[in-house]
Nanobody
């Protein structure tokens, strides 16, 4: 059974940090590019960061460059999103995504709330 399970979300003050994790199972994780998306209330889902399968090439949305870092541990079938200097506008449900050719999987999402 294919699963992507996110964890690490929560409530944090502006300027704080959180580390999200997404644990994969049921497919060959190392062959899949993985991405983090987010969706705020009333807004469309947007790409936050991605990391390739083969060489670990990363890409980021302009809004998070320099603050967020995506990484993966293929031995643990896990992708991470380190989020620093969080802002209220980072508040959203964060989703993990894995994609390879025509195959694409999504996690259930984890809530991140940045508020004082």
């Amino acid at each position: 059974q294919v699963q992507l399970v996110e964890s690490g979300g929560g409530l944090v003050q502006p300027g704080g940090s959180l580390r999200l994790a997404c644990a994969a199972s049921g497919f060959t994780f190392s062959s899949y590019a993985t991405r983090w998306y987010r969706q705020a209330p009333g807004q469309e889902r947007e790409l936050v960061a991605g990391i390739g399968s083969a060489y670990g090439v990363t890409n980021y949305a302009d809004s998070v460059k320099g603050r967020f870092t995506i990484s993966r541990d293929n031995a643990k079938n896990t992708v991470y999103l380190q989020m620093n200097s969080l802002k209220p506008e980072d508040t959203a449900v964060y989703y993990c995504n894995a994609q390879h050719s025509l195959y694409e999987y999504w996690g259930q999402g984890t809530q991140v709330t940045v508020s004082s």
